[in-house]
């Protein structure tokens, strides 16, 4: 089993940045892909971005957070983050570490944190 724990959320007002921390713990050595999801009030969780956790560390975002959010990693420390800059109100959502073994966070989630709120205000 792995565990995830989230930190770094808040508020913040648009236009500003956030940096969001995911440690694992447990059975980590099994996990090939971490990343994010979010989900804002009435709607899906849908996915932030992922990377994979060894090799070449390959990143993918959606188009609604690229260039404007970040990915990376910490192998030594079972950590992945997530820098958010110019944040946008519809950015508000709660936001959830995502774990995998064998392949990526896009392709499938085996392993969510509690999740960590993020507010954005105009």
């Known amino acids: 089993q792995v565990q995830l724990v989230e930190s770094g959320g808040g508020m913040v007002q648009a236009g500003g940045s956030l940096r969001l921390s995911c440690a694992a713990s447990g059975v980590t050595f099994s996990i090939d892909g971490m990343g994010w999801y979010r989900q804002a009030p009435g709607k899906e969780r849908e996915f932030v971005g992922g990377i994979l956790w060894w090799n070449s560390g390959a990143v993918n975002y959606a188009d609604s957070v690229k260039g404007r959010f970040t990915i990376s990693r910490d192998n030594a420390k079972n950590a992945v983050y997530l820098q958010m800059n110019s944040l946008k109100p519809e950015d508000t959502a709660v936001y959830y570490c995502?774990?995998?073994?064998?392949?990526?966070?896009?392709?499938?989630?085996?392993?969510w944190g509690q999740g960590t709120q993020v507010t954005v205000s105009s």
């Open positions: 995502a774990a995998s073994r064998f392949t990526s966070v896009l392709a499938k989630v085996e392993y």
